[in-house]
């Protein structure tokens, strides 16, 4: 069974602070690993897609990283600001289909 | 619309009852997806539409469970004789097509928080 699990399940860091995410899978065949912040009460938002060739990609004050042979993704988060505090979820396609794999998600509340 | 937008935002609903949620999916995207999402659990695939056909409906946990998609935009999701265990937030999102990253890239709705009591 393709599984994709996070840690640590939440976090508590105080604003200006950086912090990383873990996200360790088994889905095979791997075609590409996505972090989606969610918010309460709304909707996932895409932060980063990458393909097995990408170690690293950014968007903005978020860095995902991944290891395609070991199977770890982190999503770092630099200078944190309270409206990063949400859920973010590691996902994980195998390609051409449609039944991604889900992460539970790391909940993390920044604190002023 | 300028996203995925989904209704009711709140449904609470007496077990038994029958419910239906709504997606309007962002315009132009021809594949559409259910997911249910319960406290604390990564979100679980329930069916899959590209344009108005639904190729997989194997994640729809039970046949109370089903949905339908017309002129290749809203789809309705359908919940028959509602269980506790029904009780979940559903979520829609879009894409444009699901053969190359980009168009892999999905838009997610708020979700229907729904409580079966």
């Known amino acids: 069974k393709n599984q994709v699990e996070q840690s640590p399940q939440s976090l508590i860091i105080l604003e200006g602070k950086n912090c990383t995410l873990q996200?360790?899978?088994?889905?095979?065949?791997?075609?590409?690993l996505r972090w989606y912040k969610q918010d309460t009460g709304r909707g996932p938002v895409s932060l980063t897609i990458?393909?097995?060739?990408?170690n690293t990609k950014s968007n903005g004050r978020y860095t995902a990283t991944l290891d395609a042979d070991t199977k770890q993704s982190s999503l770092h988060i630099t200078a944190s600001q309270l409206s990063d505090s949400a859920s973010y979820i590691c996902?994980?396609?195998?390609?051409?289909?449609?039944?991604?794999?889900f992460g539970a998600g790391t909940t993390v509340t920044v604190r002023a | 619309g300028a996203g995925v937008s989904q209704s009711p935002s709140n449904k609470v609903t007496e077990k038994g009852k029958d419910v239906e949620l709504r997606c309007d999916p962002i315009?132009?995207?021809?594949?559409l997806y259910w997911y249910r999402q319960r406290l604390g659990q990564g979100l679980e695939f329930l069916i899959y539409?590209?344009?108005?056909?639904?190729?997989?409906k194997s994640g729809l946990p039970s046949d109370r469970f089903s949905a339908e998609r017309t002129g290749e935009s809203v789809s309705t999701l359908t919940i028959q004789r509602t269980q506790q265990e029904d009780s979940a937030v559903y979520l829609c999102?879009?894409?444009?097509?699901?053969?190359?990253?980009?168009?892999?890239?999905?838009?997610f709705g708020s979700g229907t928080q729904l409580s079966v009591l």
């Open positions: 315009s132009g995207h021809t594949a």
């Open positions: 996902v994980v396609s195998s390609g051409g289909d449609y039944k991604l794999s």
């Open positions: 990458m393909t097995f060739s990408e």
């Open positions: 996200c360790n899978y088994t889905v095979s065949p791997f075609s590409n």
């Open positions: 999102a879009s894409s444009l097509v699901n053969r190359d990253l980009e168009g892999e890239k999905l838009f």
């Open positions: 539409f590209q344009g108005n056909s639904a190729p997989d």
